[in-house]
């Protein structure tokens, strides 16, 4: 683990500790909307990956809130940026950003949907004319298929023949930038990549699924690990704020087939989340009698 990640793993569960680390904390029932949905309706109208980019924004502004309450200025982003930065890493935005997201969250009386990034104007797919698509989608299969072929030379291909198509359906469409195809290139994966070159037989044969493992013959002889980001949000008890959604990892013994141990929470999945996950497994119990005692059975 690096410098960082320990210092996070130790935050979470501290070496000195009383009690059973496992167990989990019970929080203040929070009673939820039946208009949820209605009062989220812009936040869960946009895509996950800007929804959760406003959801981190107002993250690092609630810190700041925490830190100095609902004013403070550019200044004090400064003074503050050593400790966010110490809090979210490389993901930190700058301090100039934090202090534009703030005026513009406070300007729209704390409104989460304010801190959803705008969609950017240029040249996206979407300002691509539709009757193109079929011109670029053969472009991109050249490009995969020819030994030697360029991401320019493809491009150069593409536009004469999209000035073709113009001059035989008298249309003046006009082609997104060599950027922007090298972006959808981009986006391919090994498989479609292999199915473009070689075809779908040879794409299948290459990610081929492993077959059978060999049978174990004990508990704890293989634990495997599974990562499922879950289809509901965690709801922020004081302003009433969709947080996100949170990962649950699951450590999965096959030789019992029962679940040893978990971590739920918003770290995905990574060498922490699992990390985290095991400290749990190795650690007793019993709380799960005492908070459950309608459950039958023992959890090792």
Same mark, same amino acid.
């Given at each position: 683990?690096?410098?960082?990640?320990?210092?996070?793993?130790?935050?979470?569960?501290?070496?000195?500790?009383?009690?059973?680390?496992?167990?989990?904390?019970?929080?203040?029932?929070?009673?939820?909307?039946?208009?949820?949905?209605?009062?989220?309706?812009?936040?869960?109208?946009?895509?996950?990956?800007?929804?959760?980019?406003?959801?981190?924004?107002?993250?690092?502004?609630?810190? =700041?809130?925490?830190?100095?309450?609902?004013?403070?200025?550019?200044?004090?982003?400064?003074?503050?940026?050593?400790?966010?930065?110490?809090?979210?890493?490389?993901?930190?935005?700058?301090?100039?950003?934090?202090?534009?997201?703030?005026?513009?969250?406070?300007?729209?009386?704390?409104?989460?949907?304010?801190?959803?990034?705008?969609?950017?104007?240029?040249?996206?797919?979407?300002?691509?004319?539709?009757?193109?698509?079929?011109?670029?989608?053969?472009?991109?299969?050249?490009?995969?298929?020819?030994?030697?072929?360029?991401?320019?030379?493809?491009?150069?291909?593409?536009?004469?023949?999209?000035?073709?198509?113009?001059?035989?359906?008298?249309?003046?469409?006009?082609?997104? %930038?060599?950027?922007?195809?090298?972006?959808?290139?981009?986006?391919?994966?090994?498989?479609?990549?292999?199915?473009?070159?070689?075809?779908?037989?040879?794409?299948?044969?290459?990610?081929?699924?492993?077959?059978?493992?060999?049978?174990?013959?004990?508990?704890?002889?293989?634990?495997?690990?599974?990562?499922?980001?879950?289809?509901?949000?965690?709801?922020?008890?004081?302003?009433?704020?969709?947080?996100?959604?949170?990962?649950?990892?699951? =450590?999965?013994?096959?030789?019992?087939?029962?679940?040893?141990?978990?971590?739920?929470?918003?770290?995905?999945?990574?060498? =922490? %989340?699992?990390?985290?996950?095991?400290?749990?497994?190795?650690?007793?119990?019993?709380?799960?009698?005492?908070?459950?005692?309608?459950?039958?059975?023992?959890?090792?």
């Amino acid at each position: 683990m690096s410098d960082e990640d320990t210092e996070r793993f130790g935050d979470l569960f501290p070496r000195s500790r009383s009690g059973i680390a496992s167990k989990p904390k019970e929080t203040l029932s929070l009673p939820l909307w039946k208009e949820i949905d209605l009062v989220f309706k812009d936040v869960f109208g946009v895509s996950e990956e800007r929804r959760d980019e406003a959801i981190h924004r107002y993250n690092v502004l609630e810190l =700041l809130i925490e830190r100095y309450g609902k004013n403070f200025s550019k200044k004090e982003i400064d003074d503050a940026f050593p400790f966010l930065k110490e809090k979210f890493g490389s993901t930190t935005p700058s301090a100039s950003s934090i202090y534009r997201y703030w005026r513009t969250f406070k300007k729209s009386d704390f409104q989460l949907s304010s801190l959803i990034p705008k969609v950017t104007a240029g040249n996206t797919s979407k300002n691509v004319p539709e009757e193109l698509e079929p011109l670029i989608q053969e472009a991109i299969k050249d490009y995969f298929s020819a030994e030697e072929q360029t991401a320019v030379s493809a491009y150069l291909t593409l536009e004469t023949e999209v000035s073709r198509y113009n001059e035989t359906n008298n249309t003046q469409h006009s082609l997104f %930038s060599i950027q922007s195809f090298r972006n959808r290139l981009r986006k391919h994966s090994e498989y479609e990549k292999i199915v473009l070159r070689k075809g779908k037989s040879a794409a299948d044969a290459t990610f081929r699924k492993v077959g059978q493992r060999p049978a174990t013959t004990r508990a704890l002889e293989r634990v495997e690990a599974d990562h499922t980001r879950l289809d509901l949000f965690v709801i922020d008890e004081r302003y009433g704020i969709p947080l996100g959604r949170p990962w649950l990892t699951l =450590l999965y013994d096959t030789h019992t087939k029962s679940i040893i141990g978990f971590y739920l929470g918003f770290e995905p999945p990574s060498y =922490l %989340s699992v990390s985290l996950a095991l400290e749990n497994s190795i650690l007793p119990k019993d709380y799960v009698k005492e908070l459950y005692p309608s459950v039958e059975g023992v959890w090792p």
